[in-house]
């Protein structure tokens, strides 16, 4: 009987503490290579996933989304074989209740499943998706408890000047001055549609941005850039030059990754 691919999507979360981001590295370790490893062993074909994006190394993700395919339509004995194996084969359809929560026993606790589901054939993880959220937080007094997972300042940050300049940001679409050199990038327009700082306690800020795509390493140089202005180092009319003047050198510097999360990817 031949075969026919079904694509199904894995919606799930990460702590990328010791990871080198999603994407596979040949030296180090990966979220998606770790995913695959794993469904690979269940499934007991060769899988190769494709996320919605692509989180750098110590960057988090409440949120994010893959795709994989799957060959289908095959015998009901190959079928109950499966079943009785406790493994999942090329059948007429995978049980993704059962296959999510396999994986979930066979995976890192640092990485979770929320849940598998059968889609379209077109629909594409990265290229159907329609808008990605990142937050990034910034804590102004030590605690224990969040220290993998904010970035701790010792300035006084002007943060209402940061929502003044974080609103300029929705004005433009080409973000060259935000992007990482030396990448292959075919375009720096990105379409910002939310740009904010949100207080959560006296203690504690994040920065909330939501966009079509994201540029290499965008985020974490558009925080580093507001917290100049937050220090008075930097002008709301000089924040404004750095995005018209496009260059990646007159922007501020890369924030540190581990305060930076994938909190949402739509479709």
Not at 21 to 26: K, V
Not at 61 to 85: C, K, L
Not at 127 to 133: G, K, M, V
Not at 135 to 159: G, S
């Amino acid at each position: 009987m031949l075969l026919t691919k079904v694509r199904y999507f894995i919606h799930l979360a990460y702590d990328g503490t010791r990871y080198h981001g999603w994407q596979i590295q040949p030296n180090g370790e990966s979220v998606e290579g770790t995913i695959e490893r794993c469904l690979t062993t269940l499934l007991r074909e060769p899988i190769d996933i494709v996320g919605a994006g692509r989180t750098d190394a110590g960057v988090h993700s409440r949120h994010m989304v893959a795709h994989f395919d799957f060959p289908q339509n095959v015998t009901a004995e190959a079928i109950a074989e499966g079943t009785a194996a406790g493994e999942c084969t090329a059948a007429e359809t995978i049980d993704c209740k059962q296959l999510a929560y396999r994986l979930n026993r066979m995976l890192p606790p640092d990485i979770a499943i929320y849940r598998i589901e059968p889609v379209a054939d077109d629909m594409h993880a990265r290229f159907s998706a329609t808008s990605r959220t990142y937050h990034y937080y910034i804590v102004t007094q030590r605690t224990p408890f969040n220290r993998q997972y904010a970035w701790l300042t010792h300035f006084d940050l002007d943060f209402p000047l940061m929502n003044e300049a974080a609103k300029i940001i929705m004005e433009y679409k080409d973000f060259a001055c935000f992007c990482k050199s030396h990448t292959d990038v075919k375009t720096t327009l990105c379409d910002v549609t939310e740009a904010q700082w949100i207080q959560t306690s006296p203690t504690e800020w994040y920065f909330r941005i939501k966009a079509n795509r994201f540029l290499r390493n965008m985020v974490r140089a558009v925080v580093g850039t507001l917290v100049e202005v937050g220090r008075h180092r930097m002008t709301l009319d000089e924040f404004r030059q750095v995005i018209e003047g496009k260059k990646r050198t007159k922007a501020g510097e890369s924030m540190p990754g581990n305060a930076l999360f994938l909190e949402d990817v739509g479709y």
